[in-house]
C-alpha cells in the first residue's frame, strides 16, 4: 500500500458529526500533485512491457500470426499466443458463478468479436511491444460478422440484468389498451456506448514463486482476487491486489476481463513483472459496454390522463458467446402508476464482446424511452408534462403494490420545478424564442435507481494514543470514497477524522464488496457502522465494568462515544477519554469487526429506490439543427447524504451523461464488418466544457429508516436518468420534432424551416 | 512504433533535401501527424523536424499590403494577433473554431493546411482505403459515411479535408510559398488540394521535398474585414469537426454588394470556393432571396456519396446565414463561441 498522506483543511475540522460535511476530497491533493499512484504508474524492477494484438476481424479464425518477425524486433523478448502461453487452471469458458463472464485469454484461435485480443507482445520497451504487435500481421478467415439489433433470429433471454425475471405482468394491458381513451405507441433506439473511463484498464504483475502481486485499478477487489485465484489455481492468500485510485470505472472494471488476466499470464510467461495497458481503441471489445436497444411503449390513458395500461418492450443484444441483458423495460416498474403493466425483453446475438453494466445498466436506456413516452403521452393528452406525472404518482411500487421505504419524490417535483420556473412554460411545441431568434425549449424528466445493498466487512480499531482506525477494501473510483467513507468511519469511532487512520483500496483489507449498482457508501458505510459500534462496545466495556471509571455501572447502552471520548447518556458531565480507558486497562488497542449487508425482512416489505426530477432547457437553431443544452436543474431525493459537496458531483456527473447520452454518445458501428469506427475519444464524442451548462443540483431532504442503519440511499447513477429524458424532451418542444433514435442528431432537426 | 529517423535541419535548404527521399516526412508540431503514426496510418522512414527553422515564425505586412503569414506560426498565436484578427476577422473566427485550446497552441500553419481527412476508414488500418494505399477499394463508400464528401467526389474516394482554417483563406484568395528542389515558387491555396479523381493517394500539388514556408493573403483581402464571418455546424459545442462550414466575405458598397467571397468546409475534398454564388451576388441588394439563390447556385453540384443528403441542405442554410451574418457586420470581439450558431448566446462559456 503507498503512503497516503490525505490533506483535510483545519476550515473543514468540525467537532461532532462529519456525515454531513461538505468535505472536499482528500486526496484531491496528491492528484492534483501527480502523487496519487494509479495502477500504470508502479514500476517494479526489472518490469516489461506487453501490448496485446487485438483482432481485425469480428468473426472468424486467426490463421496465422509472424511471431517470427515480432520476435526479430530489437527488444522483444517473447510472444504470447495460443501455442505459446502459461496454462490456466481452469478453462476460462466454465462460468462458476454468475458473476464470472467468458473472457478471451488465448485459448483458441477463435475470433468472436473486433478488437479481440489475439496475441500479447512483451518486450523491453512500450515502443518495442507496439511494433511487435504490428509485425505480426494476423491473418484470417473471416466469417460474416453478426451486427445490429436484427442480426438473426430473436430470442428470450433467461433472465436480464442480474438475475431479473425478462417479463412482468400486472393486470390485463391489452384490455387496458383497448378501453384507452388516448393511446400512443412509439419505438425509441439507443445506440451501444462504451464506458470510457479516462484511465484505460491497466495492470502490473509481478510474481514472486507463487505468491502473486497486482496494480490494477478494480471496482471490486474481493471478485477480482477470486477470480485469479481459480484461473491460476493459487491461494487467495498469496494474491495481493492494491487498487488505491481508479480513473472512473462505469462498470467496466467490476468484474476481471481477458486483458488483465492477460498481463498475469504474460508476467508468468517470463518471468518478470510486466505492465499491461490497453490503447483508446482497445476499450471497445475486451472491457463491456452498454448495449443497443430497440425499444417499444404502447401507452394508454383514460379521458383525464389516468394510465389505463403501460406496454414496454426492450429488444437488446448479447455477444455470441455470453450473456448480459441489458434490462431497460424494468425502467417501467416504479414510476407510474397503472393499473395493467407489462415489461418483456428479447435478443439476438451479435459479434461484439459481451455487453456489461455501464452507470445504470437498464435504467439509463429504459429512462430514455419512458420518459420520452411520457411525454408523447403527455402531449396527446394535452396536458402539462409535470401535471400528467403527478396524475400517474405511484403511491406504492406499481409493479409489486409495495410501499416505498420512503419516495420524496413530489417534494423533488415541487423544488425542481420552482427552481427552473416550469410554470411559465407553454404547453405548444415550438413557441418559445430567445432574442437571438433560437428556439427554446423546456423538458422534464423523472429519475429513480434502487436503493441496493451488497455485502461488506469492515474492521475497526481504537489505540492507547487516542487515535482509532478504519480498514475496508473499498474502492475509490474519483466518486470519494477515501472521503466519504472516512467521514463515517471518524463518526463510528467518536474520533475527528484526522485521528482515524482510514484504509482502503488493497485486498488485505476486509471485503468491501463491489463498488457498484450506486451501492458502495450504503453498503460500505454500514459496515463500517457496525464496525465501529462494535469496538466503540468493547471500549465501553473495559469502563462500565472497572469501578475505578467515571463510567461504572453506566452499562453499555448508557455511553455515547464523541470526540475520543465516552459519555454517560443520561449525564454529559460524567466521563472518560479513550486513552484514559486504554491506558488503565493495560491494553493497547481494541478491535472489533461488523458487517453490512441488505435487510431481507425490510426488502420484503418494502419498495426501495432513490427518486428525482430533471428540468432541461435547450436551445435549437431553427434552421442549422444544432442543439445546445443551456440549463439544468435536478432534484434528487437520496437518503441521507454524506458529503453533500461529494454528492452533487456525482449528480453533475450523472446530469453531464443523460445530456451525452441524448445528444452525442453512439459506437459508430460498420454495418458490414461489425468494427467500431470512432474507438478513439476525438469522434466519440461527450460533452466537452462548452456543452455544459451551468447545473443546478437540489438535494431534497428525505429521512428512510428501512434501507439501512445509515438511511443511505446511492447516487451514483441516478443521475443519468430522467436527465437524458429531459433533453430529449426539451429538444422536442423547442422544435416540435419527435426524435426517438439517439443520440439526437442534426439532420433530424432540419425537416423544418 | 516503426522505428524511424529523426532530422532537425539547420536550414530551409537543409530541410527540402533530407525530405526529398521516399519515406521521408515533415513534422511540424505532430499534433495530426504522430497520431497517424501511432495508429499505424503514416508509417515514415524519416521525419525532417522543421519546428527549429529560423525566420518561418513571422507574420508581416509587405509592401504592397499583402500579409505574409510564417508556417511555423501556431494557430492560437495567430489567431490572437490583434492586427490580423482585425483585417481578417474570418479567418481568426475559423481559426478558434478549431479543435481545442491546447492543439491550437501547438499546430502550425503548415500543418494545418496539409492535415489529412479525417475519414473513419482512413484511420482504420483494417478497411479498405485508395487514399491510404493507391487501389486497396474504399470502405467509406458504402459505409457509415453521414459526414462525407457531397461535392467533388469520386468513386475511388468520398473524404472531406477537414480543416476550418483553409475555408476563409480560400474565400480570400490565399497564396501558398513553397520552397522545394528548385527554388521557390507560389501556387493558389485552391490549387494545393486536389480532388480524389481516380488518385485520391495524391492529395496535394506538393513534390517531394516541397516545403510549405508561408502562406500570404493578398492586398484586396483586407477590403472584406468589415463583413466577414465564418459558420460551422458541428456535433457539440466546441472541439469537434464541421458537418458543413462556410466562410462569407463581402465588400458592400452604397448598399450593394461589390464583391462576395464564399467558401464552404467539410463538404469536398478540398476547401471549396463557390465562385457561381460570388457571381450572382455581384452588385446586388444584400437581401435574404438573394443569399437564397447564391446557396442554390453554391451547391447545384453537390450530390450525396452515402447516407449524407442532409449535408447539401444543412449546405444551403449555412450559406445563408453566413451571409446574412457578414451583412449584418463582423462583430467588434470575435465571439466567445466563435464560429458557432451559439455565438450570440449571452453567457457563453468559452470553447
Ligand atoms: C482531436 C483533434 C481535433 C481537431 N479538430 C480540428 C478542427 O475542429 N478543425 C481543424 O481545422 N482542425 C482540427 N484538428 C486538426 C489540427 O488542426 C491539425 O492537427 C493541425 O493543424 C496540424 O498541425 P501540426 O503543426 O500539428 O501538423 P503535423 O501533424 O506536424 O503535420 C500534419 C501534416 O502536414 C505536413 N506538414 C506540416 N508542416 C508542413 C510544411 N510546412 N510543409 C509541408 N508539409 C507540412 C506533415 O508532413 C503532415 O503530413 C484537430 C486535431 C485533433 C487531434
Ligand atoms: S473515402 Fe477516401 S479516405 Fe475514406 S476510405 Fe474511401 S478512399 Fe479512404
Known amino acids: 500500500m503507498p503512503e497516503l498522506n490525505l490533506s483535510s483543511s483545519p476550515a473543514h475540522l468540525r467537532h461532532g458529526s462529519n456525515i454531513g460535511q461538505p468535505l472536499t476530497r482528500r486526496d484531491g491533493v496528491l492528484k492534483v500533485k501527480g502523487q496519487a499512484t494509479y495502477a500504470a504508474d508502479n514500476h517494479p524492477p526489472g518490469m516489461l512491457f506487453a501490448v496485446m494484438a487485438v483482432a481485425s476481424i469480428a468473426r472468424g479464425r486467426v490463421t496465422s500470426l509472424d511471431v517470427a518477425a515480432a520476435k526479430r524486433h530489437p527488444g522483444v523478448v517473447d510472444v504470447m499466443t495460443p501455442d505459446h502461453k502459461p496454462q490456466l487452471a481452469i478453462d476460462p469458458e466454465i462460468k462458476t458463478n454468475p458473476f464470472v463472464f467468458r473472457m478471451e485469454v488465448l485459448q483458441s484461435d477463435e475470433v468472436r468479436y473486433a478488437n479481440q485480443p489475439i496475441a500479447v507482445v512483451i518486450a523491453e520497451t512500450l515502443e518495442a511491444a507496439t511494433e511487435g504487435a504490428v ?619 | 512504433m516503426k522505428p524511424f529517423d529523426y532530422i532537425r535541419p539547420a536550414t530551409v535548404a537543409e530541410a527540402v533535401a533530407a525530405a526529398v527521399q521516399p519515406g521521408a516526412v515533415y513534422l511540424a508540431a505532430g499534433t495530426n501527424l504522430l497520431d497517424l503514426m501511432k495508429g499505424g496510418v503514416s508509417r515514415p522512414d524519416r521525419l525532417v523536424d522543421v519546428t527549429h527553422l529560423d525566420g518561418l515564425d513571422g507574420i508581416e505586412t509587405l509592401a504592397d499590403g499583402s500579409l505574409r503569414i510564417g508556417t511555423l506560426v501556431s494557430n492560437a498565436d495567430l489567431a490572437h494577433d490583434a492586427n490580423f484578427a482585425k483585417s481578417y476577422p474570418a479567418v481568426a473566427e475559423a481559426l478558434l473554431s478549431g479543435a481545442s485550446a491546447q492543439l491550437r497552441n501547438a499546430a502550425t500553419v503548415g500543418g494545418n493546411l496539409l492535415q489529412r481527412t479525417r475519414c473513419a476508414y482512413f484511420y482504420d488500418t483494417a478497411s479498405r482505403c485508395n487514399k491510404r494505399e493507391a487501389g486497396l477499394g474504399c470502405d467509406a463508400r458504402d459505409g457509415e459515411n453521414r459526414t462525407h464528401a457531397v461535392l467533388g467526389w469520386s468513386e475511388s474516394c468520398i473524404a472531406t479535408h477537414p480543416s476550418d482554417f483553409c475555408v476563409p483563406l480560400l474565400a480570400l484568395d490565399a497564396v501558398v510559398e513553397i520552397e522545394g528542389r528548385n527554388g521557390r515558387r507560389e501556387i493558389a491555396l485552391d490549387a494545393l488540394h486536389r480532388l480524389p479523381a481516380n488518385t485520391p493517394e495524391r492529395e496535394s500539388a506538393l513534390e517531394p521535398g516541397d516545403l510549405v514556408v508561408a502562406v500570404r493573403l493578398p492586398p484586396a483581402a483586407r477590403g472584406f474585414a468589415t463583413h466577414a464571418r465564418y459558420l460551422k455546424v458541428r456535433e457539440r459545442t466546441s472541439y469537434a469537426f464541421a458537418v458543413v462550414s462556410a466562410a462569407a466575405a463581402l465588400r458592400i458598397e452604397n448598399g450593394k454588394v461589390a464583391e462576395a467571397r464564399l467558401a464552404l468546409g467539410g463538404v469536398a475534398a478540398k476547401p471549396w470556393r463557390a465562385r457561381a454564388a460570388e457571381d450572382v451576388l455581384k452588385g446586388v441588394t444584400p437581401t435574404a432571396d438573394a443569399f437564397q439563390e447564391a446557396a442554390w447556385r453554391a451547391l447545384t453540384d453537390a450530390k450525396p456519396s452515402g447516407d449524407n443528403a442532409f449535408k447539401i441542405e444543412l449546405a444551403r442554410r449555412i450559406v445563408v446565414r453566413a451571409l446574412t451574418l457578414a451583412a449584418a457586420g463582423t462583430p467588434a470581439r470575435i465571439p466567445a463561441l466563435p464560429a458557432s450558431p451559439f455565438a450570440s448566446t449571452s453567457g457563453a462559456i468559452h470553447a
Not at chain 1, 295 to 302: A, K, S, V, W, Y
Not at chain 1, 456 to 485: F, K
Not at chain 1, 499 to 506: D, H, I, L, M, Y
Not at chain 1, 570 to 594: F, H, K, P, Q, W
Request: glycine share 12%; with cysteine; charged share 20%.
Open chain 1, 135 to 753: 509485425l505480426l500481421a494476423p491473418r484470417y478467415e473471416t466469417l460474416p460478422a453478426l451486427v445490429g439489433l436484427d442480426a438473426g433470429e430473436s430470442y428470450v433471454p433467461p433472465v436480464v440484468g442480474v438475475g431479473n425475471p425478462t417479463e412482468n405482468h400486472l393486470g390485463d394491458v391489452e384490455a387496458g389498451l383497448t378501453a384507452a381513451e388516448k393511446q400512443i405507441d412509439a419505438i425509441y433506439e439507443t445506440p451501444p456506448q462504451y464506458h470510457n473511463a479516462m484511465e484505460p484498464h491497466a495492470i502490473v504483475a509481478a510474481w514472486n514463486g507463487d505468491s502473486l502481486q497486482i496494480d490494477m485499478p478494480t471496482q471490486g477487489l474481493m471478485l477480482s482476487l477470486a477470480r485469479v485465484a481459480e484461473l491460476f489455481g493459487i491461494a487467495h492468500d498469496k494474491i495481493h491486489i492494491r487498487s488505491p485510485f481508479l480513473g472512473g470505472g462505469f462498470g467496466s472494471k467490476g468484474l476481471m476481463a481477458g486483458p488483465p488476466v492477460l498481463g498475469i499470464m504474460a508476467a508468468k510467461l517470463v518471468g518478470k513483472p510486466v505492465k499491461l495497458v490497453l490503447r483508446r481503441e482497445q476499450m471497445y471489445g475486451p472491457v463491456g459496454h452498454r448495449a443497443p436497444t430497440r425499444q417499444r411503449l404502447r401507452i394508454g390513458t383514460d379521458g383525464e390522463g389516468r394510465l389505463t395500461a403501460l406496454d414496454h418492450h426492450a429488444r437488446t443484444v448479447s455477444s455470441t458467446f455470453d450473456d448480459f441483458y441489458e434490462p431497460a423495460a424494468d425502467a417501467s416498474h416504479t414510476l407510474y402508476a397503472s393499473p395493467a403493466i407489462r415489461t418483456s425483453h428479447d435478443a439476438v446475438r451479435v459479434n461484439t464482446g459481451t455487453p456489461l453494466f455501464m452507470r445504470a445498466p437498464g435504467e439509463a436506456t429504459g429512462s430514455i424511452a419512458l420518459e420520452s413516452a411520457i411525454d408523447e403521452m403527455a402531449w396527446a393528452c394535452g396536458m402539462d408534462p409535470l401535471a400528467f406525472r403527478l396524475k400517474n404518482y405511484a403511491e406504492v411500487e406499481p409493479i409489486t403494490g409495495k410501499p416505498f421505504s420512503s419516495k420524496a419524490l413530489r417534494a423533488c417535483y415541487e423544488q425542481g420545478a420552482a427552481r427552473f420556473g416550469w410554470a411559465k412554460r407553454s404547453l405548444q411545441p415550438r413557441q418559445m424564442r430567445d432574442d437571438a431568434g433560437l428556439l427554446v425549449g423546456w423538458g422534464m424528466g423523472t429519475a429513480t435507481f434502487p436503493a441496493l445493498m451488497f455485502q461488506a466487512e469492515a474492521r475497526a480499531v481504537l489505540r492507547r494514543d487516542g487515535s482509532g482506525a478504519m480498514e475496508i477494501g473499498a474502492h475509490d473510483m474519483g466518486q470519494g470514497a477515501w472521503t466519504a467513507l472516512a467521514q463515517i468511519a471518524a463518526d463510528e469511532l467518536g474520533l475527528d477524522i484526522d485521528r482515524v487512520e482510514f484504509k482502503a483500496g488493497s485486498s488485505d483489507l476486509p471485503d468491501a464488496g463491489i463498488a457498484g449498482g450506486s451501492a458502495h457508501t450504503a453498503t460500505a458505510g454500514a459496515a463500517i457502522h457496525s464496525a465501529g459500534a462494535a469496538v466503540v462496545a468493547k471500549l465501553a466495556d473495559l469502563a462500565t465494568n472497572d469501578e475505578r471509571s467515571p463510567l461504572f455501572g453506566a452499562g453499555n447502552a448508557g455511553v455515547i462515544a464523541r470526540d475520543g471520548r465516552l459519555i454517560r447518556r443520561d449525564d454529559e458531565t460524567r466521563g472518560e477519554s479513550y486513552v484514559e480507558i486504554l491506558a488503565r486497562a493495560g491494553v493497547a488497542e481494541v478491535e472489533a469487526r461488523g458487517t453490512g449487508a441488505p435487510n431481507p425482512a425490510a426488502m420484503e416489505e418494502y419498495a426501495m429506490h432513490a427518486h428525482g426530477a430533471v428540468f432541461a432547457e435547450v436551445k435549437v437553431d431553427p434552421e442549422l439543427g444544432q442543439v445546445r443544452v443551456t440549463r439544468m436543474v435536478g432534484a434528487f431525493a437520496a437518503g441521507r447524504i454524506v458529503n453533500p459537496h461529494l454528492v452533487k458531483s456525482q449528480l453533475f456527473g450523472g446530469m453531464i451523461w443523460g445530456m451525452s447520452f441524448a445528444l452525442h454518445e453512439e459506437a459508430i458501428t460498420d454495418r458490414r464488418s461489425g468494427r467500431i469506427m470512432n474507438a478513439n475519444l476525438g469522434e466519440y464524442h461527450i460533452p466537452v466544457n462548452a456543452d455544459v451548462p451551468p447545473l443546478d443540483v437540489i438535494t431534497v431532504e428525505e429521512h428512510d429508516p428501512h434501507v439501512n442503519a445509515l438511511g443511505i440511499k446511492g447516487v451514483g447513477e441516478i443521475g443519468i436518468t430522467g436527465s437524458a429524458g429531459a433533453v430529449a424532451n426539451a429538444v422536442w418542444h423547442a422544435t416540435g420534432v419527435r426524435v426517438r433514435r439517439f443520440p439526437i442528431k442534426i439532420e433530424e432537426l432540419l425537416t423544418q424551416r
